[in-house]
């Protein structure tokens, strides 16, 4: 196998810093050279993505000519929805990235440093882009496995010789720990500080944090970090929708977590098949050993290409660039919008809610006297989904009624929604 464990010196973040400057000011250059210039000569005309001349893309809508019905996002960043839309300079800068050959490892490491300089992040720590925060878990436990040991690596997820266990809060336990399982490890349930303490051994490999349910849990997000530091295990935090706020992309390896997970498809609009794992500088690299482009590894099939490590450091660029308090204050006066509307219908009524951590963002949930408008939840879910154009909205998961969010949504479509409501309400209205 072509493993080669010889990029560790290119980690380094200092050397990059000095060329970082450059590195920004060429890029400028060349933008300005393709758009006029400057010596007379004339720019290679580029294909117009946009514009395909004949077959699959032609009308400029791939999923009409499919058959696939778009939908109006009232729910969030699912990923059975397609997660988020991305912006036009990730699109580009995809397209560009589509266009030469390069070493994925060596970019990777490129990309890393690119974002661990954009974060801030304290001394001794990088990223990866990783397929999406389900690949950043299981290539990350994956790494503290077997670190840089090749038989290792290559033998996952067959742990002999290796530590098997992780301790997780019972109450965090969720869907994406299938991706510790896939390693081959054993979760090992605690509740109690009493019960961590009992649990910690010989074959404990890492203590695994789900962010969203940091009240859930006894031992919070910050003891959890400490008690790990304070038995030399290494600690993990799935904060995989956790931005919104931006400065949880730091907070955690401040913190002091050696790794972190977050998804690119989500708030931070990167390509959908995006994600970091952002941590001390030889854990990353290990994680990376264990992942595509490597061939005898757990990892292959979370392959990373070229168009998403650039679409992901391009986005990540451009959500720390972000008014936050504005895009806050739109998403809410979409609700708000959305609200005034249907409210006017006899016995409906809207509740703002905010999520205190993961997807924190204006949320709405709208409930409904059913001896005044006699539709079930379910039925007005469905009505809306199976409608033109096709909305969707949440109902059943946090509560009565619908609810909603307006963060993917796009100019206009709360209006749309508000009208779909309003005459779906009214169609039912005693
Ligand atoms: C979405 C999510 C994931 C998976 O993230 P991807 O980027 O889709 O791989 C993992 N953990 C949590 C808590 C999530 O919300």
């Avoid at 391009?314 to 006066?333: G, I, V």
């Avoid at 949440?394 to 963060?407: I, K, N, Q, R, V």
């Amino acid at each position: 196998m072509a493993l080669t464990f010889k990029f560790k010196d290119s980690w380094n973040r200092r050397s990059f810093l000095g060329t970082l400057g450059a590195a920004f000011a060429s890029l400028a250059g060349s933008r300005k050279l393709s758009a006029a210039p400057a010596n007379g000569t004339v720019a290679t005309p580029q294909p117009d993505c946009n514009r395909i001349a004949s077959g699959l893309g032609s009308t400029g809508n791939v999923y009409e000519e499919l058959g696939v019905t778009t939908v109006i996002n009232g729910q969030g960043t699912m990923t059975t929805l397609g997660g988020s839309l991305g912006r036009p300079e990730v699109e580009t800068i995809m397209t560009q990235a589509m266009r030469n050959f390069v070493s994925i490892p060596e970019l990777e490491a490129a990309a890393g440093k690119r974002i661990s300089q954009m974060l801030k992040l304290p001394d001794g720590y990088t990223a990866i882009v990783t397929s999406g925060a389900a690949g950043a878990i299981q290539s990350g436990l994956a790494g503290i496995l077997t670190r840089d040991n090749e038989k290792f690596i290559r033998q996952l997820p067959d742990l002999t010789g290796m530590k098997t266990e992780v301790i997780i809060q019972k109450s965090h336990r969720n869907p994406f720990d299938h991706q510790l399982r896939g390693t081959g490890a054993k979760l090992v349930e605690i509740e109690s500080r009493d019960d961590l303490k009992k649990a910690i051994g010989p074959q404990t490999a890492m203590m695994h944090f789900t962010n969203f349910a940091n009240s859930a849990g006894q031992i919070k997000v910050d003891e959890w970090q400490k008690l790990a530091a304070a038995a030399s295990i290494p600690s993990f935090i799935d904060a995989a929708a956790d931005t919104p706020p931006v400065s949880h992309l730091w907070d955690y390896a401040n913190m002091g977590y050696d790794l972190i997970a977050f998804s690119g498809g989500k708030a931070m609009r990167g390509p959908q098949c995006s994600g970091l794992l952002i941590g001390k500088a030889d854990l990353v690299h290990f994680a990376l050993l264990n992942n595509s482009p490597y061939e005898d590894v757990l990892g292959r099939g979370q392959k990373v290409g070229k168009e998403e490590i650039v679409g992901m450091v391009k986005a990540l660029e451009l959500y720390l660039a972000e008014d936050h308090d504005a895009l806050n204050a739109e998403w809410q006066r979409r609700l708000d919008n959305i609200s005034t509307k249907i409210t006017a219908i006899k016995g409906v009524s809207t509740k703002m809610t905010m999520p205190e951590i993961a997807n924190h963002v204006p949320s709405m949930q709208i409930t409904w006297d059913q001896k005044l408008v006699a539709i079930s939840p379910g039925d007005a879910a469905h009505t809306l989904r199976s409608g033109k154009p096709s909305i969707v909205l949440a109902h059943g998961e946090d509560g009565p009624g619908l609810s909603m969010t307006s963060f993917m949504l796009q100019p206009g479509e709360d209006d749309i929604i508000a009208d779909h409501l309003v005459a779906l309400f009214r169609a039912h209205a005693a």
